[in-house]
């Protein structure tokens, strides 16, 4: 065949092949034609590994065959489950040729023309890659068949794949034992019928996002029915010396004050841990390269962070939102998707997110909140991950509180002595850059993280629906002073769980007024102090409800 359409139109996603080999030519042939397609900035960041070995392809079939299990559990309906076990949706050990199309993430760890809006442009890159080889092949005689129903971290293990190089899925190669009668396999097989016509559709019209202030919606709780002084007696009568508990009386004073209750409870405590990833990581100001955002999240999905130790340990529900990580997540994960973007753009040299951004930012927040609490938790504690947002929460802290950035630039992810002054000389230069607005929405939609406002939108939340909210670490902490802007009187149900060793954390707290209860030298985030002091909070509550008063044990109070 020569004629392009012809070659288009005979495409096939072949699952039936002859025992012919491929020649060396023919998919030396392929992958030149491979090698021509798009690649987003030149990165020519998509890799081929060829597959010959029966023990590797016997593996591989297994792989498919445990999730193709899955599949057919997925299906709608068992008339459909039966005819979707009739399929044959893969040749691995019958095709004579195995190919693994990749793409290789660690070209992001330097600037790459056409990413900045998605880095999933790469993998666009790869995708096209594929489809030149398989229009080579068909062009030649040979055909191939995608196989992607895997267990993806299994697929790279068995392969040795590195990391960072991520497959498209399993390829079969070979000559086409069938032409499927001039169709698609599955139109032939009457499981779907292919339109005659793409879909096309002009916009004509712009659209905008329409959303309301969240400040309306917030409204002090009402606790003049409550007697403060009550709980106070109640709290002083234990079986102690007054104020002996020191920190713990403080707590349950709190929660008792919060829940209007002698006898409070903290029901189905929950973390959020928000990730995003930051334009302004793009200049060096963090010790890793953002990828680790994307990398953290599979972390936590996986089970495997210092966050997931510590909820366990402590029986606290566990929740990972993508508020705006540059990366596609498999849409059969826990994570909640509340994604804005694919990573806001560098306030270096313009503002990272739009306006209606930003406030989808607080109504995403706010959504994440509301739904736990409807599920009956009346404790959440806010954690976060997305390398550069130390920088981020430091220009915040910076331009909100009127503070210089030397005093509100750390370490962050543990930046060497060198580094840390090109941080801030960075920063620095960001804010002299800055000629907006000096109110406080303008400098969130310039300077801000979607994670950061995220979690300010769900404290405010947290205050509407009158639950305790744990507060983190130095990130979470701006997040906190952003929502306290807006409505001061939130402070009344925030507990700080620790002072981070981030030094700006303490000049933060004493702007704000408060204690952390923690001090651990922790700057880890992902909400990891508000897990280590989850037990302390129990204790409070625990002897508040428990512990014998003078009266009821007869012991003397002098």
Sequence with gaps: MTNLDEIIKSRRDTRHFTNDAVPDAVIE???????????????????????????????????????????????????????????????????????????????????????????????????????????SLTEQGYSMGWVSILNYYQFKKILGLPEHIEPLGYFCVGKPATNYENQPMLQQLHWKQKSEAPFVSEIRQLHSVVTKELEEDVVPINKADFSLKALEDKIDKKTKPIGSLGVLEKISKQIGTVFQTMEPKIKQPHIVVFAADHGIAQHGVSAYPQDVTRQMLTNFLDGGAAINVFCKQNKIALSVVDAGVNYDFPSNTTLISAKIDKGTHSFLSGPAMGKAQMELCFRKGSEIVENIAKQGSNCIGFGEMGIGNTATASVLMSVICNFSIEDCVGRGTGVSDEKLQFKIDTLRKAIGNYHGQKDLDSYLAYFGGFEILQMAGGMLEAYRQNMIFLVDGFICSVAFLIAFKKNPAIIDNAIFSHQSAEKAHKKLLDYLGVSAVLQLDLRLGEGTGCALVFPIIESAVAFLNEMASFESAGVSEK
Excluded at 80 to 87: F, G, I, N, P, R
Excluded at 99 to 123: M, P, Q, W
């Design 29 to 135: 042939k392929a992958l030149e034609a491979g090698h021509w397609a798009p690649s987003v900035g030149l990165t020519e960041a998509t890799k081929y590994y060829l597959i010959k070995s029966a023990e590797i392809k016997k593996a591989v079939k297994e792989l498919f065959l445990e999730y193709d299990k899955k599949a057919a559990a997925c299906t709608d309906d068992e008339l459909q489950k039966v005819q979707y076990q009739k399929l044959k949706l893969e040749a691995i050990e019958d095709a004579p040729l195995g190919l693994v199309i990749c793409y290789d993430r660690s070209v992001l760890n330097h600037f790459t023309i056409g990413t900045v809006g998605s880095n999933e442009a790469i993998k666009f890159s790869a995708v096209c890659a594929a489809q030149n080889i398989w229009l």
